[in-house]
């Protein structure tokens, strides 16, 4: 029986998703098992603490993923775009999700090059980085996933018909901005919803990596820290316990050979959650779920993969915050508020 796309992409994210599930269950005897599936895992300060560091690269390639996320994302937006121009509706609600995923990661790409700066300590497991890779190629097929080989197959063939026998044997394709609207208009009630819960994700997403990077703590000889406050922050002094504070330009991976101690992250969803930018990704792919309309096995078990990993991740975090601060809020929960 031959395998197609999708039946790959299901298999593939059934069986990433599987061993985090294992790893995740509570049973002495999966601790060696929930150890590996960690070590995967471990990346930044919880690498840091870690005593491993073999197969190890430094996190700050992380732009790899988004460089690779924008170039695919986009390839297959233009191929399916100009797929629907030629077979009408069928096709526009591929396009919208591919639409939402290249929001997703052109911001996810600004923000890894303009916003951060790992410093060059910051590491991450070498298989963590692959199925990084791996999940950035996947996702804009997932998505697509109906129509991904005919949409190859039909742009493959235009640059084909281009490079051997020149634009006169290309189709006329006639393009008007009211056939690249008008689909906009069509759209169903669950379309737009899962735009809107899909952009309050991102907007709290953004919001939340503002406060992790605006955070800069360095120690003094005298043990003094100097702490950065972003514009506009939601914090007050008083929420750092410092004996002087004072404004710094960077990031706190900028002055990442300074640093010494890390401060409990305040505002937006850190007070309820340790890990609020796992909660709004999270929220963001529930968007893509809930626009797709519910009814692609695919998009589902992407959404598992997403859902398993990201909560695996914070849990760790949340374990890490609570071993480095004695006075860590206790009515903080790693990912899910009220719950977990």
Same mark, same amino acid.
């Given at each position: 029986?031959? +395998?197609?796309?999708?039946?790959? +992409? ?13 790893? =995740? ?24 603490? =870690? ?11 992380? =732009? ?41 990661? $052109? ?52 640059? /084909? ?18 056939? /690249? ?52 922050? +939601?914090?007050?002094?008083?929420? /750092? ?5 004072? +404004?710094?330009?960077?990031? $706190? ?88």
């Amino acid at each position: 029986m031959e +395998l197609g796309l999708v039946e790959l +992409l299901r298999a593939a994210w059934i069986a990433g998703t599987l061993p985090i599930l294992i790893a =995740s269950l509570p049973c002495s005897w999966l601790g060696s098992f929930h150890g590996l599936v960690l070590g995967f895992a471990r990346r930044g300060k919880i690498m840091q603490s =870690s005593s491993h560091h073999k197969f190890i690269v430094p996190q700050r390639i992380f =732009s790899h993923f988004y460089v690779v996320a924008v170039a695919w994302t986009t390839l297959l937006l233009l191929v399916t775009s100009l797929m629907s121009l030629e077979n009408g509706h069928r096709v526009w609600l591929s396009v919208f999700l591919l639409l939402l995923m290249e929001v997703q990661v $052109l911001r996810r790409l600004f923000e890894t090059v303009y916003v951060f700066n790992y410093s060059t300590s910051a590491r991450m497991h070498i298989c963590g980085y692959l199925t990084g890779l791996f999940f950035y190629t996947a996702v804009p097929l997932t998505l697509c996933c109906t129509f991904a080989p005919e949409a190859l197959k039909f742009g493959t063939n235009e640059v /084909f018909q281009f490079i051997v026998k020149g634009t006169s044997s290309m189709q006329d394709i006639e393009f008007h901005w009211r056939d /690249f609207i008008n689909p906009f208009l069509k759209l169903g009630w669950c379309q737009w919803i899962g735009a809107v819960i899909f952009l309050w994700g991102w907007i709290h997403q953004h919001r939340c990596h503002a406060i992790l990077v605006s955070i800069t703590i360095s120690l003094s000889p005298v043990g003094r820290c100097n702490v950065k406050l972003p514009k506009g922050s +939601l914090w007050k002094l008083d929420d /750092f316990q410092c004996n002087e504070v004072k +404004l710094l330009d960077g990031s $706190l991976r900028e002055h990442a050979g300074k640093v010494d101690e890390y401060v409990i992250p305040r505002g937006d969803w850190f007070e309820i959650v340790s890990s609020p930018h796992y909660l709004a990704e999270i929220i963001i792919y529930s968007g893509m779920v809930f626009a797709s309309g519910g009814a692609d096995l695919t998009i589902w078990l992407l959404f598992g993969f997403v859902v398993s990993n990201l909560v695996f991740a914070a849990a760790e975090t949340h374990r890490w915050y609570l071993q480095k601060f004695d006075n860590y809020p206790s009515n903080r929960v790693a990912i899910i508020p009220f719950l977990c």
